[in-house]
């Protein structure tokens, strides 16, 4: 099992770098660049799937089926980040199926988009088991294939669904109430921070703030895609 960490840890770092520099090259020689890094990148997302689809670097893997990787458009100018998958996501391989997953829907398409036009993905990839938290240690093992995601669908802006996704890509303590209703940057992506679709689900007075969120993100993205 050490060995096959070990493997996995160096195939992610030596594919980053591969990425780095096919963009760096195209950009180089003057290349239609983002058109070529992006076919790329697609065929990388699906290939990076492949690669952590057994893996097995943190306790997480014990009790899991699946691997829930992401699921939408590769050349998403929106991606959509939650926390870790549950009972449903675990049994059917994707993000955000269930009551959760349809509310999101609705929010998508409130800000007029449909759901496959964006990218949804989780800071965990296995679900913990019972749905707890998950611990320091299994998001210091699972994060990077988080960065490498959004590294691979270069968005426009990402929502962070609920306090965890917010903290984890922040790296900050802070409550919702002070993250939510504001713009951050995440290595130089827009981050807007707004509630879970579960913890809407659970609490109606939220909805008024996560639509004002929601119009901020779509505000942010009309700004930067023109
Ligand atoms: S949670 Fe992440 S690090 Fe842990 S086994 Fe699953 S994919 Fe690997």
Avoid at 12 to 31: D, H, I, Y
Avoid at 57 to 80: H, K, Q, Y
Avoid at 135 to 150: A, D, G, S, Y
Wanted: glycine share 8%.
């Amino acid at each position: 099992m050490g060995e096959k960490t070990v493997d996995l840890e160096t195939e992610t770092k030596e594919t980053l770098e591969a990425v780095r520099t096919f963009v760096e090259t195209q950009a180089e020689f003057g290349l239609s660049e983002f058109r070529l890094a992006r076919a790329d990148a697609d065929t990388r997302l699906a290939g990076f799937h492949e690669t952590i689809r057994d893996c097995r670097m943190c306790g997480l893997c014990e009790s899991r089926r699946t691997v829930v990787f992401g699921s939408g458009n590769p050349d998403a100018g929106l991606m959509f980040i939650g926390e870790a998958p549950g009972a449903e996501e675990d049994r059917t391989g994707l993000p955000f199926v269930g009551p959760a997953g349809e509310l999101l829907t609705r929010m998508i398409e409130a800000i007029g988009f449909q759901r496959d036009e964006v990218y949804i993905a989780n800071v965990i990839k296995c679900r913990p088991p019972g749905n707890r938290d998950p611990k320091p240690e299994e998001v210091r093992k699972c994060r990077p294939f988080l960065e490498r995601q959004i590294e691979l669908v270069q968005p426009v802006a990402i929502c962070a669904l609920g306090l965890f996704a917010a903290r984890t890509l922040l790296e900050t303590d802070e409550p919702m109430g002070s993250l939510r209703g504001r713009q951050f940057s995440y290595r130089g992506i827009h981050l807007i921070p707004t509630y879970h679709p579960a913890a809407l689900l659970r609490n109606r007075h939220w909805k008024r703030p996560a639509w004002e969120d929601l119009q901020l993100l779509r505000r942010v993205y009309d700004d930067e895609a023109g």
